[in-house]
């Protein structure tokens, strides 16, 4: 079965960008819009996800 798990990163907007590379690299489906928001009362961006995954009944083998 597929999921999809809805997720929010925040931090430096390099950072985010280096981890949507990670994530997307281990083979996962990701999906961040374009847009990004400023952190209320801190620094950095937000930006909003989602990251598809496949979840087993039984362990694999």
């Known amino acids: 079965m597929t999921a999809i798990v809805k997720v ?4 430096d907007a390099d950072a985010i960008s280096a981890l949507q590379a ?3 690299a281990t083979g996962l489906e990701i ?3 374009d847009r990004t928001y400023p952190n209320r009362g801190g620094f950095g961006i937000r ?3 989602e990251i598809a995954i496949v979840i ?3 362990p694999p083998g």
């Open 56 to 58: 087993r009944s039984e």
């Open 8 to 11: 929010r990163l925040s931090g």
């Open 31 to 33: 999906r961040f819009g």
């Open 47 to 49: 930006a909003y996800g």
């Open 22 to 24: 990670i994530l997307t």
